[in-house]
């Protein structure tokens, strides 16, 4: 554990929490209201999207879901069962309708693929977290692994974490072995990264994902923050042009 660079993402979570590093607002805040979603609606919400969120904007991602979901006509998507005796045309009208699916064909694919996944063996989004135990290693090995395809996208190493990472905070899930999920280095996190002596600017070019990720892990370690925690204020910390000074 570097206590130095512990301090200051402690510095930097308090301005996280208290509004010193500038706008924000989740992505995932476009939601219909925690309190007025049960469990499976609240994990089924958080889980489709998400395996559609490659190379585009998570806001507006979000702001298509929160449409489609409180849309009477379209809101069917978000029930997996329902999905399955919906026709093609009729899954590709409704997620097109808010541009919650971008591509006509794949993204229609995967939304379709995961949530046969869901329904064909647990039956609901609930039912299969609770299969796990709610535990974040069985979770890795059912997706990562055992059901690899029936997760595309999803079952990817960054938005695998990332989306465990949305499902504790947003999604009501109570992960055990929570502080396994690691770090997803992306721009900002590695420009963080950086900045905080974590990586060198070298090291941001050479070190693969996965190694930043463990770099992260090793630093953190008995300090008592598990290391996605630390996503949101590294975020917004280099997304807002780190207007907030660690001195």
Excluded at 132 to 138: P, S, V, Y
Aim: aromatic share 12%; glycine share 6%; with cysteine.
């Amino acid at each position: 554990m570097d206590t130095n660079i512990v301090q200051k993402c402690k510095l930097l979570m308090g301005a996280y929490k208290s509004g010193k590093l500038g706008q924000t607002v989740m992505p995932e805040d476009s939601n219909p209201g925690l309190k007025l979603m049960d469990k499976e609606n609240r994990i089924a919400y958080f889980t489709l999207p998400m395996a559609l969120n490659y190379q585009r904007n998570s806001y507006k991602l979000w702001e298509s879901a929160l449409k489609t979901i409180t849309t009477t006509e379209t809101k069917f998507v978000f029930d997996v069962s329902e999905v399955l005796t919906r026709s093609e045309k009729e899954m590709r009208e409704a997620l097109l309708k808010y541009k919650l699916a971008l591509q006509p064909n794949k993204h229609i694919n995967t939304w379709r693929t995961i949530a046969k996944t869901i329904n064909e063996n647990w039956g609901s989004f609930e039912k299969f977290i609770d299969s796990m135990d709610g535990d974040f290693l069985k979770l890795k090995k059912s997706v990562q692994h055992d059901y690899k395809k029936g997760f595309p996208y999803l079952s990817g190493p960054k938005i695998f974490n990332y989306w465990s990472f949305i499902l504790s905070t947003y999604g009501g899930v109570k992960l055990k072995n929570r502080d396994q999920i690691e770090i997803a280095p992306d721009t900002h996190i590695t420009q963080c990264s950086v900045r905080l002596g974590v990586i060198t600017e070298k090291e941001a070019k050479t070190l693969s994902k996965d190694q930043i990720s463990e770099r992260w892990r090793k630093i953190l370690k008995g300090s008592g923050i598990d290391p996605i925690d630390m996503h949101p204020p590294l975020w917004f910390w280099s997304r807002n042009g780190f207007i907030y000074n660690l001195g």
